[in-house]
């Protein structure tokens, strides 16, 4: 009798010990991200922040609303928007698909889609045509690339580049936007120039901070953050702390 008393205690114990440690290891996993550092100034810095890691005083929180509780502040240039955009936090966020932005459209109707009437206005001579499934295609002129400064003559070799790539700007903001807005930032003269094909290819869907073309860098960061502003787009905070230091620069 007392040893299987010994043994019902024994196995209750052992229990114990193994609900606790579950406990204490699932803990640990939920509590796993990177807290929220609030600085001896009282300014919030989430992870995305970029000046996360140079903040080495700090109290930890386990998340930005936490700390703006405790009379913590944002970093100035961030809100809640950036976060939350980078975070997508959002139930309805779809991954990027290219043919949720209706591009190179013919909307008067005259032969012409976006690429050509792009490719026709920059050209330095009279371009040639060919006519192909009901487009006036262009198959030759002289293009200066804005990337390199270098002739371009065959239109097989030009891509058309859209400053601020449309990958980018959905995962920056786009994918809550109507198709109607989408087909307008795809065809916005603003946002695209006739380039290398090799160059566009490889810039892929990358901003500023991952790519920039050999020459015209200036300029170029220059339009992309006018996009940006233009159609309300939202970069990470370390994204817009970056293109205002190179811009800043350029001056």
């Given amino acids: 009798m007392s040893d299987l008393k010994t043994l019902e205690a024994w196995t209750l114990y052992s229990m114990r010990f193994l609900f606790s440690a579950t406990a204490i290891i699932f803990s640990c996993i939920v509590n796993a991200s990177p807290p929220v550092k609030q600085s001896t100034?009282?300014?919030c810095h989430p992870p995305e922040s970029?000046?996360?890691?140079r903040t080495k005083?700090?109290?930890?929180?386990?998340?930005i609303q936490a700390c703006l509780n405790a009379s913590g502040r944002l970093p100035k240039g961030v809100s809640l928007r950036d976060i939350q955009a980078h975070r997508?936090?959002?139930s309805d966020y779809q991954p990027y698909d290219r043919d949720a932005f209706r591009h190179w459209v013919d909307d008067d109707g005259d032969c012409q889609d976006?690429?050509?009437e792009l490719l026709i206005a920059k050209s330095t001579v009279r371009p040639t045509?060919?006519?192909?499934?009901?487009?006036?295609?262009?198959v030759s002129g002289r293009w200066l690339s804005p990337f390199t400064g270098q002739p371009i003559q065959n239109s097989d070799n030009v891509e058309i580049d859209h400053v601020v790539p449309l990958k980018w700007a959905w995962e920056h903001g786009a994918w809550q936007w109507s198709g109607k807005l989408r087909e307008r930032f795809a065809n916005d003269r603003a946002n695209i120039m006739a380039v290398e094909s090799s160059l566009n290819s490889s810039k892929g869907g990358r901003g500023p901070s991952k790519w920039l073309p050999p020459s015209g860098q200036c300029g170029y960061v220059a339009r992309f953050s006018r996009?940006?502003?233009?159609?309300?787009?939202?970069?990470?905070?370390?994204?817009k702390v970056w293109i205002q230091n190179f811009l800043d620069n350029c001056r």
């Fill in 41 to 43: 100034s009282g300014i």
């Fill in 50 to 53: 970029s000046w996360y890691d």
């Fill in 57 to 63: 005083n700090y109290t930890a929180f386990n998340s």
């Fill in 88 to 90: 997508n936090p959002a």
């Fill in 114 to 116: 976006t690429r050509a």
């Fill in 129 to 138: 045509f060919a006519y192909e499934n009901k487009q006036c295609r262009v």
């Fill in 227 to 239: 996009v940006v502003k233009t159609y309300d787009l939202a970069p990470r905070p370390h994204e």
